[in-house]
């Protein structure tokens, strides 16, 4: 629970920092964007790669297909055992995780920080912190810890663990030199993260 709130706590304030400190028009059609200084020295050092946005784009698939497969696994159980109170407790607390994810997403759509460093097909889009990074943090960490609980063969649990990880750091990393995003949507993105799954393993 310590953990949780320090992160979030962290997040808040780097929130602020993102929204009030060093803003500047440099975003296109002069959107402005906190601590722009470090924005656009990491924006100039990785420039644009349209490539990788669209293949990090199009694996983001790959969590929402997890989240589907959990969710049917959770509605097995419910016509199976005919109680929502029989249903894995893990199970239902994922389902909550998920829509706290899905509120979070929401709330900085309506409620926008930054805007992305360029244009998706002619539109700004709200960038912070990244959907991308947090859909994937989220969805992939708990799903490796449902891997630890449910395969029971320790080399193909540690397997299936290794493959998310490493599905994990190449999303994030990859949406980093895409970039799609400023860096502070990327950490904020991280951060907020690590926060949400904090309170998942405590639900469990």
């Known amino acids: 629970m310590k953990k949780v709130t320090v992160l979030l706590a962290l997040f808040i304030l780097w929130t602020a920092l993102v929204s009030h400190v060093d803003v500047r028009p440099i975003g296109p059609m002069e959107s402005e964007v906190g ?15 349209f490539t990788l946005y669209n293949l ?13 497969a959990f969710g049917i696994m959770g509605l097995v159980q419910l016509l199976r055992r005919r109680s929502i109170a029989k249903v894995d407790r893990d ?7 998920y829509i706290i994810v ?5 709330f900085f759509e309506v409620c926008v920080i930054n805007f992305r460093p360029v244009l998706i097909e002619g539109v700004l889009e709200a960038s912070y912190p990244s959907s991308t990074t947090m859909l994937t943090i989220c969805v992939m960490s708990t ?3 449902q891997m630890k609980i449910r395969i029971a063969n ?16 190449f999303m994030v990393v990859g949406r980093i030199i895409s970039g799609v995003h400023w860096i502070t949507d990327i950490i904020g993105g991280i951060i907020l993260s690590e926060a949400l799954v904090g309170m998942y393993k405590i639900k469990k």
């Open 143 to 145: 799903a490796a810890m």
């Open 91 to 97: 199970i239902l607390a994922l389902g909550v995780f």
């Open 56 to 68: 990090t784009d199009l694996m983001s698939i790959i969590p929402l297909g997890i989240c589907a």
């Open 154 to 169: 320790e080399k193909i649990r540690k397997a299936a663990v290794i493959i998310i990880y490493s599905f994990t750091s």
């Open 35 to 49: 601590l722009a200084g470090l924005n656009q020295a990491v924006r100039n050092m990785v420039g644009v790669n």
């Open 102 to 106: 899905i509120g979070a997403f929401l």
